[in-house]
């Protein structure tokens, strides 16, 4: 008697499938699943695509491999959650699923060999529904591709998080950290990041937004195209950012006394502010305190300053496929500060004169 076919399966089984490592009974599933109907084959084609491509090995640069392997989890993750949404009938319900989803994560992240990052699906309101958050550690940096076809570059210790009906109704996001957009043109929907207090809209551009929650100032930088840039306390007041122009969005500060506000910046070099998506960190007359919190993120290491005046000391440069060894180097010779690090905690500190003097008369000789 020949065996029904399963007309639902395990994408975390296809997974182990496509890397070899299923036994017979398994095989048998899979296979049956992708003859049942025409639609299971060409959802098994698309990812035995994006698995190829996320396998290529030493077809790809590691950072090209490390993001195909993140696309294809984002798009088993995707799949299973429009999957929950469908059967829960209660959030309840919902909630209880979800926890399988983790589990596909999980598997799939150690399956693929993915580092750095965290794809992860959380249950919203019952009007709502579900939403996926995407998260990227400190010494990390991502790439992926949302349901509309946006391009979205996540910096170091970043998260976006959208609603899984996103490109249905709107495209509308949330960002902690930096990100840099490449929007997919739509002008029937605007897409819109929400970042600290401030918003960005558009239907189809090129802009980077920085927003980290421990930071007072949001910045906004246009590459191509034009935003419109506004509040998102104040939903009837919008600007339009022109390429080449940034925006800094001043967060209200009730111990320095001081109230929100929004300062545009014209004629800027937009290529030093998102110079980081080629793993280039470009710096410009920027001090040592500032520097630091960057180099924290980008290194996923601590700092420490055992002689606070260093902090206010400013460099210019550009840094790309440096350690943070070689860094600490470079800051140490072109500057009066010293450095010692221990595991990932670093201490900076001011040389002495005398140390600085034979430093200086070296160089000259």
């Known amino acids: 008697m020949k065996k029904d076919a399963p007309t ?58 490390q993001k195909a392997k993140e696309q294809f989890l984002l798009k088993v993750i995707h799949h299973q959650a429009e999957a929950i949404e469908e059967k829960a009938e209660t959030v309840k319900k919902s909630r209880q699923i979800i926890r399988s989803i983790w589990r596909y994560a999980a598997v799939l992240i150690l399956i693929l060999g993915i580092s750095g990052i965290l794809v992860y699906t959380l249950p919203g309101d019952q009007a709502k529904g579900l939403f996926t958050e995407v998260a990227v550690s400190k010494g990390s940096k991502s790439q992926l591709v949302l349901p509309d076809g946006t391009q979205v570059w996540l910096n170091a210790d970043s998260r976006i998080k959208y609603d899984n009906s996103f490109n249905k109704n709107d495209r509308s996001l949330i960002l902690e950290g930096e990100a840099y957009f490449e929007v997919a043109k739509n002008p029937n929907k605007t897409f819109r990041v929400n970042a600290g207090g401030l918003v960005v809209e558009a239907v189809g551009t090129v802009f980077n937004v920085k927003a980290y929650p421990d930071e007072n100032v949001v910045e906004a930088t246009l590459v191509e195209g034009a935003v419109r840039i506004g509040l998102a306390n104040k939903p009837n007041q919008r600007m339009l950012l022109n390429p080449d122009e940034q925006v800094f969005y001043y967060k209200p500060d009730v111990r320095k006394m001081q109230s929100e506000k929004l300062l545009v910046s014209k004629g800027i070099e937009s290529q030093q502010f998102t110079s980081w998506i080629k793993g280039q960190l470009a710096i410009n007359s920027e001090t040592l305190e500032s520097l630091v919190v960057k180099l924290g993120r980008k290194y996923d290491v601590k700092f420490h300053f055992d002689d606070i005046s260093v902090s206010k000391l400013r460099f210019t440069g550009v840094f790309k496929d440096e350690t943070i060894e070689q860094i600490m180097e470079v800051l140490k010779l072109s500057s009066p500060v010293n450095y010692r690090i221990q595991e990932r905690d670093i201490w900076l500190s001011r040389k002495p004169a005398s140390t600085t003097i034979q430093e200086k008369n070296r160089s000259t000789n």
Do not use: C, P
């Open 8 to 65: 639902e399966i395990d994408f975390v089984l296809i997974a182990k499938y496509l890397n070899s490592e299923t036994d017979s009974m398994e095989n048998e599933l899979v296979i049956h699943w992708i003859n049942a109907s025409e639609e299971n084959r060409q959802e098994f084609e698309k990812l035995q695509q994006a698995w190829e491509i996320a396998s290529a090995g030493s077809g790809l640069q590691e950072w090209e491999a």
